[in-house]
């Protein structure tokens, strides 16, 4: 079944499921930077949110292109998310959680008392 087989009253409701999750996923996102010493309103830029996302893991933003290879992107997010527990001191249970749940860790993580502990600092943790 695709969108356009859903009645009106179900693709209103998909509509604003999707609304309120993106704007879980921003506010979560906006609170992440801002604890990694970024501004939060980063969060609100498509693409470029994603660059940030990734000069906080990984130390260099430009690292996101690898995302448009197919495939690799798969890998390379699983990476990122493992990267963002670390830098933020979380270990392998909670890199699991970002996995399989992430909308509800990233709010885990944005509103807990995890702090930002930088790339280097997350490889001693």
Known sequence: MDY???TQGEQVTY??????????SIVALWKIFTKAG???WKAIIPIYDL?????ITWGNGWFFLLMIIPFVNIVIGIITLWKLAKVF?????FFFGLLFLEPIFLLILAFG???YVGIQGSQTV
């Open 51 to 55: 660059y940030i996302m990734f000069k």
């Open 38 to 40: 970024e501004k939060g």
């Open 15 to 24: 509509l604003v499921i999707c609304i309120i999750m993106a704007v879980i």
């Open 89 to 93: 001191g979380k270990g392998v249970g």
């Open 4 to 6: 356009s087989q859903l």
């Open 113 to 115: 008392s995890a702090e």
